[in-house]
């Protein structure tokens, strides 16, 4: 047992140094719209709840990297705004470390011609890191052959207020947006020292393709999402294929051909598949994707598994009342 959280305790150090506090993510970043860019709060239809679930490697921890995200938010047409909130968990192998972050976001949208449109949004959060110590093995332990450290006193947990903005401009069939997320970039040190989380830059768009036929509808949508934060940089890029009811999903984590601060090591992760169920005319829409790692880890990784359900709806105009103009939708995939 000893062995085994020593092993865990060495495993989450390393894991530390390479990532420099990057942020959790999702694969099905279109499914958690409010974590990828502020200006996409209350791009629906009036309501939309969000749930979404990531599991990822769980093969080399014992419990995995495993993140929760519950959010909800309105299209306050009235106003041509939205709002919004969220609250996620990420938690890193046997519950040793845990973040949450709650937050409160805001979007306003502008036209700018007939045929353009520019959403922009705020985002402002919460977030705490701890640590559960008598999960982790120290060196006081080992010496003495077990019983409580007194190393772990010198640890603390962290938390701080953090703030993003973005913005999107889209048109009826494309659509890109740039986040910037972590403008103060606020300290995350356990131990008392400068240890700043780095700025995150999003860049993501897409752009929708009507295929022809009778019947149910079918379309094509090429999307990418680059994300740079430190020294590290990354880059999602596919294709959807939509055939009502079914969403059919491959693409590709990494940058071809380059390597992390020139070291031997390409910076390629995974393909990703999804099969998602959703029809235009219905709230729920659900997705499941698996990552099929290809890095150094392929062999023991186990891939990473998500699943994501989105209910959306209209809330209910007094009888007698004028129908509503109908808004035009930022054409974002929805998974």
């Known amino acids: 047992m000893l ?3 020593f092993k865990l305790f060495m495993l989450m150090f390393s894991f530390g140094c390479i990532a420099q506090a990057q942020d959790p993510q999702f694969s099905q970043y279109y499914a958690s719209p409010l974590y990828l860019n502020p200006a996409l709060t209350g791009a629906n239809t009036q309501h939309r709840l969000a749930l979404n679930y990531r599991n990822q490697w769980p093969g080399v921890a014992e419990s995995g990297f495993v993140t929760y995200m519950a959010s909800y938010d309105f299209n306050w047409d009235a106003l041509r705004s939205g709002l919004g909130f969220y609250a996620i968990q990420d938690v890193a192998g046997m519950s040793a470390l845990t973040f949450r972050n709650y937050g409160g976001l805001y979007s306003y949208d502008l036209r700018l011609t007939k045929k353009l449109n520019l959403r922009t949004g705020f985002h402002l959060s919460y977030t705490q890191k701890n640590v559960d110590f008598s999960r982790l093995l120290f060196n006081d332990q080992i010496e003495r052959g077990g019983g409580p450290s007194f190393e ?10 953090d703030y993003d903005v973005g913005m999107i401009l889209y048109s009826e ?5 740039i986040a910037v997320h972590h403008l103060t970039e606020p300290s995350e040190s356990f131990i008392g020292f400068d240890s700043n989380l780095p700025r995150k830059i999003s860049i993501h768009g897409s752009f929708t393709y009507d295929l022809p036929g009778n019947g149910a509808k079918k379309s094509i949508m090429p999307t990418f999402n680059y994300k740079t934060q430190g020294n590290y940089s990354q880059l999602d890029m ?6 009502e009811p079914l969403v059919l999903g491959l693409w590709y984590r990494g940058i071809p051909l380059s390597v992390f601060n020139s070291e031997a090591y390409l910076n390629n992760d995974a393909f990703i598949i999804l099969l998602g169920y959703s029809l235009e005319d219905k709230p729920l829409r659900i997705g499941y994707s698996y990552d099929v790692t290809t890095s150094g880890l392929f062999s023991k990784s186990g891939g990473s598994h998500e699943i994501s359900v989105i209910y959306e709806f209209s809330g209910s105009l007094k009888s007698g009342s004028k129908s509503k103009k109908i808004k035009r939708k930022i054409p974002c995939a929805k998974f």
């Open 152 to 161: 772990a006193n010198k640890y603390f947990n962290v938390d701080y207020l």
């Open 3 to 5: 062995l085994r959280k």
């Open 238 to 243: 596919g294709v959807y294929y939509n055939h």
């Open 173 to 177: 069939k494309a659509f890109v947006g």
